[in-house]
T-cell receptor
Framework: GAGVSQTPSNKVTEKGKYVELRCDPI?????LYWYRQSLGQGPEFLIY????????DSGLPNDRFFAVRPEGSVSTLKIQRTERGDSAVYLC?????????????FGPGTRLTVL | AQKVTQAQTEISVVEKEDVTLDCVYE???????LFWYKQPPSGELVFLIR??????QNEISGRYSWNFQKSTSSFNFTITASQVVDSAVYFC???????????????FGKGTSLLVTP
């Protein structure tokens, strides 16, 4: 079946602009995670959704970052007043969410470049 | 504090050589999960294996094998008879509860870049 999809694959924006990154999880997966991967680093956790609610947003770096998942499927990561330091690959993962042990499957990521 | 340490930043081997990627983790949880993911040049993270803290049996899947040792907090990954297609960045990750409402967010190491040359 279809895996996790993310759009756009690449996003170039100017400092100070607003961006939205979209994640479409695997059908039937209730848990959804956002991670950020900087060059040469492993992915770092940003936020976790179980269904429609953000159960853990402790990884969001500051209040410029926000994410929603209004219908419990597609999620959007929103970044306000982008800064050059926000440049990274933003990864989305989903899992069945039926137990806390379910494997997370990752999308291809969105490469964000802030000029 | 770094929860997952992958001390090898880059490894280069010649095809058909065996190679072991090291992973050392740190946790206070008694129940936790360890993972290995592969990230080829295309960028997408590919799940390889999951282990829980109560199962220390080593596992083999084709040319891949994993050695989990709780006594040394290590979860090493060996590729036997490496192939050029194995070239990728490999990440070890630890899954532990962050709070009572959370899922199992993954803590990744910095990755080991493996280059297999013909």
């Amino acid at each position: 079946g279809a895996g996790v999809s993310q759009t756009p694959s690449n996003k170039v924006t100017e400092k100070g602009k607003y961006v939205e990154l979209r994640c479409d999880p695997i059908s039937g997966h209730t848990a959804l995670y956002w991670y950020r991967q900087s060059l040469g680093q492993g992915p770092e956790f940003l936020i976790y959704f179980q269904g429609t609610g953000a159960a853990d947003d402790s990884g969001l770096p500051n209040d410029r970052f926000f994410a929603v998942r209004p219908e419990g499927s597609v999620s959007t990561l929103k970044i306000q007043r982008t800064e050059r330091g926000d440049s990274a690959v933003y990864l989305c993962a989903s899992s069945l969410g039926e137990t806390r042990t379910d494997t997370q499957y990752f999308g291809p990521g969105t490469r964000l470049t802030v000029l | 504090a770094q929860k997952v340490t992958q001390a090898q930043t880059e490894i280069s081997v010649v095809e058909k050589e065996d190679v072991t990627l090291d992973c050392v983790y740190e946790t206070r949880d008694t129940t936790y999960y360890l993972f290995w993911y592969k990230q080829p040049p295309s960028g997408e993270l590919v799940f390889l294996i999951r282990r829980n803290s109560f199962d220390e049996q080593n596992e083999i899947s084709g040319r891949y094998s994993w050695n989990f040792q709780k006594s040394t907090s290590s979860f090493n990954f060996t590729i036997t008879a490496s192939q050029v297609v194995d070239s990728a960045v490999y990440f070890c990750a630890l899954s532990e509860s962050r709070n009572s409402n959370s899922g199992y967010a993954l803590n990744f190491g910095k990755g080991t870049s493996l280059l297999v040359t013909p």
